[in-house]
C-alpha cells in the first residue's frame, strides 16, 4: 500500500559533527514515510562526504544529498531544497536545521498539527515552548528580530523566526519556491509573508529549542542586519 511522503529538508554549512546523527536519530524516530533530504553548500569540513557514505550503506531509506555548486547562502539552499521535495512528490515537507536546536522528537508533532493546517511553526514563543539558547545576549537578539519582523510585517504567529516547520504540498506549491529572493535567513520571513497572503492555515506548536550540540552558528552580524533589511524592504513595499 502506497503511504504519505514526509521530506525532511535540512541545508548544511560545515555540520559534519552532526549529521550523521542527526539524520540517524530522525530515521529512529520511526515515522512512516519519512525521508531526509540534506542540501549542502560543498561544505569544506566534509558533510557532503559523510552524507555520501550514509547512502552508500544504504541503512536510511530514501536518504538523500543535494550539493549547491552555486553561491552558498542558506536561503538559497532552502529554496533548491524545497523544490527537489517537490520534485520528489513530498506530501509533506519539514524543514529543519542540522544542529539539534530543532529537535527530533518534535517531528511527529508538527506531523500531527497537519490535520487542521497547511502549515504548522515549531514555536518557542507560545504556551509549552521554551528558548534554550545559551547566552542572554543570543536570545535576546532573537526576541528583537522577532519582534522586529512581527511588527513590521504583521506576521500572524509568535515565533516568525522559526525555520522549524512542516508544510502540507498544497502550501509549498502556494508559496512557489521558484520565486523566492533570499539569499540568507531572511527565507524564513520571506516564506511566512507568502503563506500569510496565500491565506494558508497556520498554526503554531509548541517545540524546545535546543542550543546547538556541536560546531558553531553561521549567524554573523552582517546575516543579522541583512534580515533587517530584508524586512524593511519588505515592508515598504507593502501596498
Ligand atoms: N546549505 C547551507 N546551509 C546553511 C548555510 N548557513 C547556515 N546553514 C544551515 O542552516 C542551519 C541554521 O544555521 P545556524 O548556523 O545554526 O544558524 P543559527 O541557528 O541562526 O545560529 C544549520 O543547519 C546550518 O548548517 C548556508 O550558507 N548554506
Ligand atoms: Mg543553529
Known amino acids: ?31 512512516r514515510g519519512l525521508e531526509a533530504l540534506i542540501v549542502d553548500d560543498e ?10 557514505g550514509l547512502i552508500k550503506e544504504g541503512r536510511y531509506h530514501g536518504l538523500r544529498l543535494l550539493t549547491r555548486a552555486g553561491p552558498p547562502g542558506r536561503g538559497w539552499a532552502g529554496r533548491d531544497g524545497f523544490l527537489e ?35 504548522a511553526v515549531g514555536s518557542r514563543f507560545v504556551w509549552g515552548g521554551a528558548d534554550r539558547e545559551r547566552g542572554l545576549s543570543r536570545r535576546l537578539i532573537t526576541k528583537a528580530a522577532n519582534a522586529f519582523a512581527r511588527g513590521a510585517l504583521d506576521l500572524p504567529v509568535l515565533d516568525c523566526n522559526s525555520g522549524f516547520r512542516c508544510f502540507s504540498r498544497k502550501a509549498m506549491e502556494a508559496i512557489q ?20 497572503a496565500a491565506g494558508l492555515r497556520i498554526k503554531e506548536v509548541p517545540i524546545e ?16 542586519a541583512e534580515g533587517y533589511w530584508w524586512v524593511l524592504k519588505a515592508r515598504l513595499s507593502r501596498p
Open 85 to 119: 521535495a517537490l520534485i520528489l512528490g513530498a506530501d509533506f515537507i519539514v524543514e529543519m536545521d542540522a544542529d539539534f536546536s530543532h529537535q527530533p522528537r518534535h517531528v511527529p508533532e508538527l506531523l500531527a498539527a497537519m490535520k487542521d493546517c497547511d502549515l
Open 43 to 52: 561544505s569544506p569540513d566534509g558533510t557532503s562526504a559523510i552524507v555520501e
Open 177 to 196: 519556491p521558484e520565486t523566492l529572493k533570499s539569499r540568507g535567513p531572511s527565507i524564513v520571513h520571506e516564506v511566512l509573508s507568502r503563506a500569510q
Open 209 to 224: 529549542f535546543a542550543d546547538r550540540r556541536k560546531g558553531d552558528s553561521k549567524l554573523s552580524l552582517w546575516r543579522l
Open 1 to 31: 500500500m502506497s503511504h504519505l511522503k514526509v521530506l525532511a529538508v535540512i541545508p548544511t554549512y560545515n555540520e559534519a559533527d552532526n549529521i550523521a546523527a542527526l539524520i540517524d536519530a530522525l530515521y529512529g524516530l520511526k515515522v
